[in-house]
């Protein structure tokens, strides 16, 4: 298959959805397809909106992939009749996300007309299918394909988990540190603000690592920093910007649970690969973090922004080293019963397939 692939920026870009995007690419290739990456730059969503009156759908393909972050930019190119089948990646959509109603009612408006100009989806959660659904019905062919979670191998074993777990005696006080992880681009919709904030009130015998880009949101990333001066909190939070690979392995070897609390997450990769190193995750009741995380069995999930239930969660966690174990062991049994990536993969290849 010659197969075209539509996104934003560089598809190196460290992200989740960037990542599916990725290794979706590197599988289709391994299997003899030609995978063609067409990007159009970043910009406001103004001027994402003007594209639709210079962007045309690319020749010579068999089949065409937009990740539909790239909606505002294809309505137009899409609109009418294809000269090969259009099939949109959504990992979610815009008009999900926390943020004032008139401005979401927009993005509805226009997500809408683009999801209808379409062919068919890549889904990348069953809640994301039942977000599309519920906006334009469901009479389109479409594939629910989970993203990858096994680019670090095979889960860290039980004993290094009931080690690790055991309470060490770490910091000044001689209190035992509870190693927390926050992974992900320091931007608003990742409620890093809601987990500092509940370090603030538990504040005792915790280490916070921070990783994930600093220039994504460099407003609120800036914002965050000056809440750990302003709190005292620099002893306890420490940010490291965007790693990848080995350092990455190291933190996450290190650590004891993972807390992501976003506002809206249209699967969250990052719950699973962390609890293929035994971390509970800690995420949020909106969005598909309940399709990964077991509430009470391997993680917990919050209300959006409430910082007096994390810090809840948090203590629990460090004072009952025997409940984080059980939970770390239970993590780790969820992470082993996703399906490989190249399940999934194979899923999206036999789907666009059928298009031919």
Known sequence: MKIGLVIYGSIDTLSGGYMYDRMMVEYLRSQGDTVEIISLPWRNYAAHLMDNFTFKLPPNLDILIQDELNHPSLIGANWGKHPYPVISLVHHLRCSELRPK????????IEKKY???VDGFIFNSKTTKGVVNGLIGNSKPDVIAYPPTDRFGD?????EIEERGKPALSNAEGEKELHILFLGNVMG????????EAVSIQRSALRLDVIGSLTTEPEYAKRMQEFVMANGLSSIVHFHGSLNNQP?????????VLVVPSSYEGFGIVYLEGMGFGLPAIGTTVGAAGEVIRDGVDGF???????????TKLQIMNERRDVLVQMSL???????????????ANQIREFLLSFM
């Open 301 to 311: 999930l919050i209300q959006p922004g409430d910082a007096h239930s994390l810090a």
């Open 102 to 109: 008139w401005q979401n009612d927009l993005y509805r408006i």
């Open 248 to 256: 990455l392995i190291d933190k996450l070897k290190h650590a004891h």
């Open 189 to 196: 919709r990742k409620g890093l603000h809601t987990l500092l």
């Open 155 to 159: 889960a860290i074993s039980e004993s």
């Open 330 to 344: 239970a993590a780790r049994t969820r992470y082993l019963a996703q399906p490989k990536w190249n399940q999934t």
């Open 115 to 117: 999801l209808q100009s």
